[in-house]
């Protein structure tokens, strides 16, 4: 059965437009003091706020009516835009003093602090909006097929840089595709060389100074003579990442399918 995205994401609207937070809390405050039965907000309402919107409400009926339904209104209508704001909002740094949310986006958080909706929604519609992009760049590759194993540890490396490209963290893919070299690379040197290395670099060698090591040892290791040349292209690759800024789709793809031709050389035996 094919997995339809579209009424995957149209669901997700259906469902939020019913249950934004907030909407039913407002609209059922219009629809009492529509009706003349504002006091029974006495009994679910704290004191002072009763005591609040009961003065506003005797200041301007109409209008508390109108101004209740159109928070009820916009609840439900841009709900999915500020659940992705508040998502943005724990994912950036937030400058304080900046102007205050309007009213319906501050209720509504409020009644959404335990329930999580808003950010349950936001997750969901970014995940949705991932599939296919994620499904294409995931064409792009082909199986890692290696002869022998290298680690747990490479083997979860290897999956986080390959899920990051999937999910357009593309910085991260690089950074991560060094770091499964790394680990691979140690875990392949012959004790008297890994020995070296651990004490030369305090047991802090960088995929730099593993390939530095590599090349001068390369024939007593036993290592393809053209890993080198992959590898340090994914170092030149990631250290973009780490020093120069944000890397492209294409470079992403690059860093990680050198990686994982280098990894396939490297574990041919």
């Not at 009492?32 to 002072?48: K, N």
């Not at 949705?128 to 082909?142: F, I, K, N, S, Y």
């Not at 875990?187 to 100074?209: E, F, M, W």
Request: net charge negative; glycine share 4%; hydrophobic share 40%.
């Amino acid at each position: 059965m094919a997995i339809e995205i579209d009424r995957l994401q149209h669901e997700l609207l259906r469902m939020a437009d019913e249950n934004a937070p907030g909407r039913e809390f407002s609209a059922a405050i219009a629809e009492l003091a529509r009706t003349g039965r504002f006091s029974q907000l006495r009994a679910v309402l704290p004191g002072v706020v009763y005591d609040e919107l009961w003065q506003r409400y005797r200041a301007e009926p109409d209008g508390f009516v109108r101004e209740w339904d159109q928070l009820a209104h916009e609840m439900q209508k841009g709900f999915i835009q500020h659940a992705r704001q508040r998502l943005t909002s724990l994912t950036r740094l937030q400058q304080a003093g900046l102007s205050a949310a309007p009213t319906w986006q501050s209720i509504q958080r409020a009644l959404d602090s335990r329930q999580n909706d808003l950010l349950r929604a936001a997750v969901a519609a970014e995940l949705l909006d991932l599939v296919e992009p994620a499904v294409a760049r995931a064409t792009h590759l082909r199986e890692c097929v290696v002869a022998s194993s290298s680690s747990d540890e490479a083997d979860r490396y290897l999956d986080e840089a390959t899920r990051c490209y999937f999910f357009a963290l593309f910085t991260a893919c690089a950074v991560m595709c060094r770091s499964v070299l790394e680990e691979a690379i140690k875990q392949k040197l012959p004790d008297s060389l890994s020995r070296q290395v651990r004490s030369r670099y305090r047991n802090a060698a960088t995929l730099g100074n593993l390939l530095h090591e590599l090349n001068n040892n390369l024939r007593s290791t036993g290592i393809d003579p053209e890993f080198p040349r992959l590898a340090n292209l994914v170092n030149d690759i990631g250290k973009k990442a780490v020093h120069q800024g944000l890397l492209s789709e294409d470079e992403a793809r690059t860093c990680l399918q050198y990686a994982r031709e280098a990894l396939e050389m490297l574990l041919r035996s």
